[in-house]
Antibody, heavy 120, light 106 residues
Framework: QVQLVESGGGLVKPGGSLRLSCAAS????????MSWIRQAPGKGLQWVSD????????NLADSVKGRFTISRDNAKNSLYLQMNSLRAEDTAVYYC?????????????WGQGTLVTVSS | EVVMTQSPATLSVSPGERATLSCRAS??????LAWYQQKPGQAPRLLIY???TRATGIPARFSGIGSGTEFTLTIGGLQSEDFAVYYC????????FGGGTEVEIK
């Protein structure tokens, strides 16, 4: 069965950096677009970034452009999110998700999420 | 950015009754619309994509309809496990979510 397991979250000071990872299993990782979606505590969902199956194409929300970078390693079945210059408003649970098709950003499988807290 | 507005914010329904949730887009998203269910402490689960296609394993009591700017999710015969928060999401442009509708027990 499809499994997505995030790691790398934690407490970081404003201006700091974190790298999130997502380990995928149960499907052919290299066939799918992948995404990061976040949810601030008690709030709604925000699409952060996605990446094509090959890794050639990436997209970022305006709120994180210039600070976050998405990447993947298909040989390791892994997705990453490098987060720099973190701000308090980046505090959220970050979910790794699989997009069900290359032409549709509907996420058909999600990890359980990893919490990122930005605070001094 | 396409703004998604869900109504009502909270819906009180008795078990066995039908729930009707609405989602409106600030501009046409054709049928590039998904619905998710989220329970406390859990990740969202995809229910519907393409405005009306049920995702794998989703019971037939969940149905979606709509196109353009107006969408509806109907849950027929609410069961105890259906009480949750529901989000719509458009993916015609950069993906955006609605603010959610909480379906609570009446």
């Amino acid at each position: 069965q499809v499994q997505l397991v995030e790691s790398g979250g934690g407490l970081v000071k404003p201006g700091g950096s974190l790298r999130l990872s997502c380990a995928a299993s149960g499907f052919t990782f290299s066939d799918y677009y992948m995404s990061w979606i976040r949810q601030a505590p008690g709030k709604g969902l925000q699409w952060v970034s996605d990446i094509s199956s090959s890794g050639k194409y990436t997209n970022l929300a305006d709120s994180v452009k210039g600070r976050f970078t998405i990447s993947r390693d298909n040989a390791k079945n892994s997705l990453y999110l490098q987060m720099n210059s973190l701000r308090a408003e980046d505090t959220a649970v970050y979910y790794c998700a699989r997009e069900y098709s290359s032409s549709s950003e509907a996420a058909d499988h999600w990890g359980q999420g990893t919490l990122v807290t930005v605070s001094s | 950015e396409v703004v998604m507005t869900q109504s009502p914010a909270t819906l009180s329904v008795s078990p066995g009754e039908r729930a009707t949730l609405s989602c409106r887009a600030s501009q046409s998203v054709t049928t590039n619309l998904a619905w998710y269910q989220q329970k406390p402490g859990q990740a969202p689960r995809l229910l519907i994509y393409g405005a009306s296609t049920r995702a794998t394993g989703i019971p037939a009591r969940f149905s979606g309809i709509g196109s353009g700017t107006e969408f509806t999710l109907t849950i027929g015969g609410l069961q105890s496990e259906d009480f949750a928060v529901y989000y719509c999401q458009q993916y015609n442009d950069w993906p955006t979510f609605g603010g959610g509708t909480e379906v609570e027990i009446k």
